[in-house]
């Protein structure tokens, strides 16, 4: 398994043999930009190279959504990111983000022809994960989706 967890500091040694990690960030992502940047120098690091042979075009997209969406909830509706994790385990990514925020995540309902902006990335986020955690935690949530990569 490949993980990456924002902030932490390896303690001295060797990486463990079941962890290649695409080097840490050096704090939690200050926006959906650098979380996605990060997510795709780990998925580098787990595939060597990121080309047509080895992740399909729409399952990137998908992980970088996904991504995006949790990154960009937690700083715009849950009181900024706790904590953020990327793993690689076998053919699947899973992204964990924490945030200050006791409340769980809304889907928005809309009158039929109703349009407004916003309100759909929660919607999205159960849409394209294969499965989708919301843990409360002492200090807010943590929501962890997992998404197949192949």
Partial sequence: MNAERAGDETQGGAPSADSV?????????????????????????????????????????????VTSELVTNALRHGGGITDFVAELADDRL???????????PV??????????AGGYGWLLVCRLAESVAVTMTGSGKRIEALLRLS
Avoid: K, M, W, Y
Wanted: aromatic letters at 2%; glycine letters at 4%; proline letters at 8%.
């Fill in 21 to 65: 990690e695409a080097g840490p960030l050096p704090a939690l992502p200050a926006n959906a930009a650098a979380a996605r940047a990060h997510v795709l120098a780990l998925l580098h690091s787990g595939f060597c190279e990121i080309d047509e042979t080895t992740l399909d075009d729409v399952v990137l997209a998908d992980v970088l959504l």
């Fill in 94 to 104: 899973r992204i964990t983000v924490a945030d200050a925020s006791d409340q769980p």
């Fill in 107 to 116: 889907t928005v309902t809309r009158r039929p022809g109703e349009h407004t």
